[in-house]
């Protein structure tokens, strides 16, 4: 039976690494470059987890989600975060309704926009920390409360926020804490002088994209089951924890420089998306298993923004992105 599995699972691996390659091919029909980016939330999506976008206005972030919803199918809801939302435009609100023959009046509960598979919490940073928790929960648990009723939201349910790195003013930034419920914090940069040389000639001519269905939402669910029977070594593990407490300044094993630059390291999740996301870039490339290439791929996204750096870090003028880079290079594999 296991070996009947094990056979299964791997024609699934091959499946999926073909899809892939047909989701970005479907996807750069309407998005110059931007590949790495797209890894990284189909990694995310598929390991069930959540991205933080970081980058600049005018860089396609929406039109690049509301692409990769068309092609996987799944139903696209986006939400433009303001200082004035209020939770219940999020998760749904109750309304007093007539019943025209019997006259009675009952509450109905209407959904609100968080109720898709794929969100798009815009500038998650201009909105009050009460209507951010209430995105951050339903990230958690997958469903919604409003009086006393629970509400299970759509699978797969995928969250990408997105923050402008250069305005601050009237922001609410997201505390340490809700930060780490956010698997992958990717950085999109701007597109080389090549692709935007593409851009700008393919988005200001009349053009039209049909745009082929890839995946279903139940292909979705099922490869991220795929991911979580993915089998890993030890030593692999070991490596990944061993690379996540070398970010923590009171930990005994942590390097100097650590304890120099850093006020807080990652915790325990750190790890957990380290190992998921090596185990699903191995599936998409049709590896049946990950190797310590796919944990360093991993290792900047994941831990971009659960390192806190103090301030003889911001004096030496030195960010996360280097000291990532400087663990790396520290902390060897064993074996």
């Known amino acids: ?155 797969p349910f995928f969250v990408l926020a997105t923050q402008n790195p250069i305005e601050q003013e009237g922001t609410y930034p997201l505390p340490e804490a809700q930060l780490d419920r956010f698997m992958f914090n990717v950085f999109v940069d701007y597109p080389s002088s090549d692709e935007e040389n593409r851009i700008v000639k393919e988005t200001t001519t009349v053009q039209k994209h049909e745009l082929g269905k890839i995946l279903s939402p139940e292909d979705i669910i099922n490869f991220q089951k795929l991911v979580r029977r993915v089998p890993v070594s030890d030593h692999l593990v070991q490596y990944s924890v061993n690379l996540v407490r070398a970010t923590r300044p009171n930990d005994t094993t942590a390097p100097d420089y650590i304890k120099n630059w850093v006020n807080w390291g990652a915790g325990p999740r750190a790890s957990q998306y380290l190992i998921l996301a090596a185990k699903t870039k191995a599936v998409l490339e049709g590896r049946p298993t990950p190797g310590p290439e796919d944990v360093r791929f991993a290792a900047y996204p994941v831990l971009r923004h659960r390192i806190v750096t103090s301030f003889n870090a911001e004096a030496d003028g030195v960010d996360t992105e280097e000291i990532i880079k400087r663990v790396l290079e520290t902390v060897k594999e064993e074996g």
């Not at 600049?56 to 199918?73: C, S």
């Open 1 to 155: 039976m296991a070996d009947q599995q094990a056979g299964s699972d791997l024609n699934a691996v091959e499946n999926l690494s073909n899809s892939y390659q047909k989701i970005k091919s479907e996807i750069a029909k309407v998005i110059v470059g931007q590949d790495k980016v797209v890894e990284q939330l189909l990694i995310s999506l598929l390991a069930s987890g959540h991205c933080l976008l970081v980058g600049v206005p005018g860089l396609a972030k929406t039109l690049l989600i509301h692409t990769l919803a068309d092609v996987l199918n799944l139903k696209f809801n986006r939400i433009q975060f303001t200082p004035d939302l209020m939770p219940s435009d999020i998760t749904g609100t109750e309304i007093i309704e007539e019943d025209h023959t019997t006259g009675k009046r009952r509450f109905r509960f209407v959904k609100g926009p968080v109720f898709a598979n794929i969100i798009l919490a815009d500038e998650i940073n201009r909105t009050p920390p009460k209507t951010q928790a209430a995105l951050l929960q339903a990230m958690q648990e997958h469903e919604v409360t409003a009086a006393g009723e629970t509400y299970k939201l759509d699978e």
